[in-house]
């Protein structure tokens, strides 16, 4: 195996022309920390790790997907763009191991990154000229160089600073020019700020354009089998390659009419897209290409990924897009969202009936026998994920649901009392899980669910609901407790008990923000009966704070019998 060292700027020089990444590469999920952390190890002579790449012949390259690096990485949107390869009459070379670094480089020379920290930011990577090299030998991951990804240069804070773009230095064929460059910045700078400045531009420039930071071996063969299986080998180490990874790297190269990979990341985004927002990743989908295509396990081996399979799936896509559309539709229009779909595998089977059944407007219909069936399949999500059915072996869980499911058809009503037998589930909630769900504490996992579960004739259709206190979290503080007169044991049962279910609802974004932090006692005085009745605020004679024990045991009572009457 032959080795080729390369530099930074020959990398960089080729990024996007020469070298390109293949479709069976999962996407770049590097922070702006491992990137920073990357120019650092190369300012400090850190090895960065040998770089794998696949020779892929001219006379081949129409026959695989190829997609371009990402410049300006956007952390709403960061699929990588399809290559244009028309016009090219050349050998390309494709990436097999070292996407992640390579991007980085992009990004950190010649791109961007924007990202949400509280508000979305749009930033661009920096070296401190002022801040001289601090290695740390009790904790290696700390920075030696002033590397920062900022929103501009302009500094911050009573450190010496003086951002200098890290992409500039490719400006300049020669270090000196490069200083030159920096001149006038410097010119009125303490002496021994302007030597430290100068010495990070040369050794900037040094390890850019001069120095072997690396090495690269390229593959040639032509056989994309072995290919992937390198690329699979090539890739056990670092960040892990996940089944599902495999899996859409396998479907890469083995569907014959559809790209995999443009198919399922669209698909995945295009779900997340329905009523108010989903977080369902790729892994959720090919789980459910397994699950909904028939005969196929669903298990994540590499055995079940074999030619066949894959293409049972392909031939399968459409009707597995249309049952997951229909379902994730469906679930919406009940009132579940990215923040209560807390057991997405609990919808797999959902999706296996509709396909059964065939139509895809399933959760627009009306009819009577389909309106019985909405009814006892949104009865049938709460309760499978309320009793978390699909914790522990959700595989074999799954396959025996599968099993109960393989005979429905269009007129099929939908199977609950046999699934809840299945799950061995009762459709009711007992005395001790209702107590157990009243210690649900605010923004836990399943506190959304229960809260949505109170609202059963609530509207739910693209509109934003958000967990609030009734009576306001800033309130529930020790020391204004205490300023307030009450006794240790009145502190502490108002403490235990703010952030419990009792003391939360669902109100719409406007709703919310209108409350605010406003006292209850004075909220509730511009709410009209029928929102009393709808968040279960019970009948008080007053709403002042000194109330609280008295209000947080009575809107329990509440609760607890709404989700007795959950059957």
Not at 307 to 330: C, F, H, M, P, Q
Not at 519 to 542: G, N
Request: include cysteine; hydrophobic fraction near 35%; glycine fraction near 4%.
């Amino acid at each position: 195996m032959e080795y080729i060292p390369v530099r930074v700027s020959d990398i960089i020089r080729q990024v996007n022309r020469d070298i390109y990444l293949p479709a069976i590469q999962r996407e770049f999920v590097w922070g702006t920390d491992r990137i920073e952390r990357l120019f650092d190890s190369i300012m400090a002579d850190f090895p960065i790790g040998s770089f794998l790449y696949w020779k892929l012949e001219q006379k081949n390259k129409d026959e695989w997907p190829i997609y371009e690096f990402i410049r300006d990485f956007d952390g709403e949107s960061s699929h990588n763009p399809l290559a244009n390869m028309a016009g090219i009459t050349r050998d390309v070379t494709l990436v097999l191991d070292g996407q992640q670094r390579i991007t980085s480089l992009l990004i950190g020379l010649k791109g961007s990154y924007r990202y949400f920290y509280y508000r979305w930011r749009q930033t661009s990577l920096y070296l401190n000229l002022l801040k001289p090299p601090t290695p740390n030998e009790d904790n290696p991951e700390e920075l030696t160089y002033g590397f920062a990804f900022r929103e501009s240069g302009d500094p911050s804070g009573k450190a010496p600073q003086l951002w200098y773009p890290v992409g500039r230095i490719l400006d300049f064929e020669d270090a000196e020019d490069a200083k030159a460059d920096m001149k006038s910045k410097l010119a009125e700078l303490p002496e021994d700020l302007r030597d430290n400045a100068n010495r990070l531009i040369g050794r900037l420039h040094n390890r850019i354009h001069t120095t072997l930071v690396g090495n690269y071996y390229q593959e040639k063969s032509q056989d994309y089998d072995k290919v992937l299986q390198v690329f699979v080998r090539a890739n056990s180490a670092g960040q892990p390659l996940e089944y599902s990874d495999l899996l859409l790297a396998t479907a890469t190269a083995k569907w014959e009419t559809l790209d995999a990979r443009k198919e399922i990341h669209e698909f995945t985004d295009s779900l997340n897209d329905i009523g108010t927002g989903y977080g369902f990743g790729k892994d959720f989908v090919l789980k459910a290409c397994l699950y909904l295509t028939e005969d196929l396990p669903i298990q994540y081996r590499v055995k079940n990924f074999s030619r066949s399979n894959l293409r049972k799936i392909e031939e399968n896509w459409g009707d597995i897009k249309e049952a997951l559309t229909t379902t994730v539709r469906l679930i919406s229009r009940f009132g579940f969202n990215s923040k209560n779909v807390v057991a997405p595998l609990a919808l797999l089977p959902i999706a296996l009936y509709l396909l059964k059944r065939g139509n895809r407007t399933f959760d627009m219909s009306s009819k009577v026998e389909d309106a019985e069936a909405q009814i006892a399949i949104r009865q049938w999500f709460i309760f499978s994920t309320l009793k978390n059915a699909f914790g522990g072996s959700s595989d074999t869980t799954l396959n025996r649901l599968r099993e109960l499911l393989k005979d429905a058809g269009p007129d099929t009503p939908f199977p609950a009392d046999d699934l809840y037998k299945s799950l061995e589930i009762e459709p009711r909630l007992t005395d001790a899980e209702i107590e157990r769900i009243l210690t649900y504490r605010y923004q836990g996992r399943y506190t959304n669910l229960v809260l949505s579960l109170l609202y059963p004739d609530r509207d739910w259709k693209d509109a934003v609901f958000h967990e609030d206190h009734i009576f306001p979290q800033s309130e529930f503080q020790i020391r204004l407790l205490k300023r307030r007169g009450y006794a240790e044991s009145k502190v502490q049962s108002y403490i235990a008990k703010y952030n419990l279910l009792a003391n939360l609802q669902l109100l719409t974004e406007s709703e919310n923000l209108s409350k605010n932090a406003t006292p209850f006692e004075e909220w509730i005085k511009t709410r009209d009966a029928s929102f009393q009745r709808r968040h279960l605020i019970p009948e008080m004679t007053s709403y002042v704070f000194d109330a609280f024990d008295e209000f947080y045991e009575k809107r329990k009572d509440s609760i607890v019998k709404a989700l007795q009457r959950l059957t």
